[in-house]
């Protein structure tokens, strides 16, 4: 859809902004904005919260750009009123200032009393040049985008410092024209966000259609006709009536092993060496391309070397869910090593497919069987003995070679449609941040695409 232009433009003298509808000027959020933020905890901690009170916003509190008031904590009255600079007001504008930069959220329908924990601004217009849900969309197009870049050039920024957002400068148009592309972005956005939630809800479904086929697949096989008989495993029920049930080290042709630890100073060159990062990949293959190199002597060379079909265990994570299984495939024409993070596991080749092998491994009946008996503490970790007394169903090998064969093809499908969402979803985020920056910089007149009925609901909009 193609959208009008103003009559007459201007140079807004901004390099970035451009050109602007001559009507337009140039503010400073310095100049007429109320910005505070609570400056301390003065000793609040969370023995303090509760469920009745005063309501304690965070930055977790913001969803879809309002306040979602029934998830906040709550504090007393004597904490509320001790910092009378972040008390709510209905139509206040938020935003993260740490962790998370630039989450927004607009005050609408305020229910009682409410202020803000130390990660939040409270923004605020005091002069009447500009309506907070004007701002709100400026702060979400690629101005506020482009500052905040410029003003993290050479450090990573953890937090917006309030002099920095106080030299944020944005375009002013009049405040009717400030209704209208509020309300016009209101509705346009809700569009484009009602087709991303789309979407993500396919990428949901294609992720649980992934999982089923690869469950029933390693578990049933591929015959829905052949007898079935009891696994004797609770989660497994029934396999089919020709595969064998037994323990992982059974399947083993040499013992499991533990991988090289390197320090920092080692890598670099040397031989490539898989790490624990490289064995989450959607297709559980080893990239050899993609892996680091570390210096190796010959002996660990030998000690810690990489095989074609060897399966890999990640030994510890910081994610309960991070336990994987992998598959290195294919032969590398150099030495390759792996890293102590990970615990390898060498199947027999005369009865063992890996590749069906770690289809089984991934699916969610054995992660969760994993994730079960791992112990977790500050991380997730698995030892040896959990790994080789999980109990597998195996079918011959030329079974699963046929398994493994269906199980490429059907989710490379899956997982075509899946980055298919993911570039649909991408595009239409980009398309809404386009469309926000246009509209708020005047490179589209929007005047006359929306109703006056429309403005006042916007005026109005529940969270």
Sequence with gaps: ????????????????????PSSWSINKIKFNTYVKGRVG?????????????????????????????????????QRYIEDPYI???????LITKDGTIGKLARVKGLPEQASLNSGIFLVRANDGTYLEDFLYWVLQSSLFAHFMDL??????????????FNQFAFPIPSIPEQKTIAAFLD?????????????????ELLKEKRQSVISHAVTKGLNPNAPMK??????????????????????????????????????????????????????????????????CSPDEAITYQVLPEDLFFV????????????????????????ECHLIRARPKQ??????????????????????????????TTIDQETILSTILPQPPKEEQQTIAAFLDRETAKLDTFTAEAKTAITLLQERRTALISAAVTGKIDVRGLVSAKTEVQAETVPC
Excluded at 87 to 93: A, I, S, V
Excluded at 195 to 201: H, N, V
Excluded at 354 to 370: E, G, H
Aim: charged share 25%; with cysteine.
């Design 41 to 77: 905890w003065h000793g609040l901690n969370s023995n303090e919260f509760s469920d009745v009170g005063i309501h304690l916003i965070t930055g977790t509190d913001f969803e879809n750009g309002f306040v979602s008031w029934d998830k906040c904590y709550r504090i007393s009255e």
């Design 230 to 295: 009891d696994s004797g495993i609770e989660c497994l029920g029934k396999v089919p009536e020709h595969w064998e049930v037994c323990a992982l080290r059974r399947l083993l042709s040499v013992p499991l092993a533990n991988g090289i630890f390197k320090k920092k100073d080692d890598f670099g060159d040397g031989v490539l060496l898989v790490n624990v990062f490289d064995v989450y990949q959607n297709d559980f293959k080893i990239k050899f391309e993609q892996l680091d190199r570390v210096k």
């Design 1 to 20: 859809m193609s959208f009008p232009r103003y009559e007459r433009y201007k140079d807004s003298g901004m390099e970035w902004v451009g050109n602007l």
């Design 187 to 203: 509705r346009e956005t809700a569009k484009i966000d009602a087709l991303i939630a789309e979407q993500q809800r396919l990428i």
């Design 350 to 379: 005369s009865t063992v497919n890996s590749r069906y092998c770690s289809y089984l491994l991934n699916s969610p009946i054995y992660r969760a069987k994993m994730i079960a008996k791992a112990k977790i503490t500050t991380m």
């Design 87 to 93: 008390q709510l007001r209905e139509n206040d504008l």
């Design 315 to 338: 030994r510890s994570s910081l994610k309960q869910e991070g336990i994987a299984a992998v598959v290195v495939a294919g032969i590398s024409a150099e030495e390759v090593v792996f």
């Design 151 to 164: 003003h993290k050039v050479g450090s990573t920024i953890q937090h917006l410092y309030q002099e920095v």
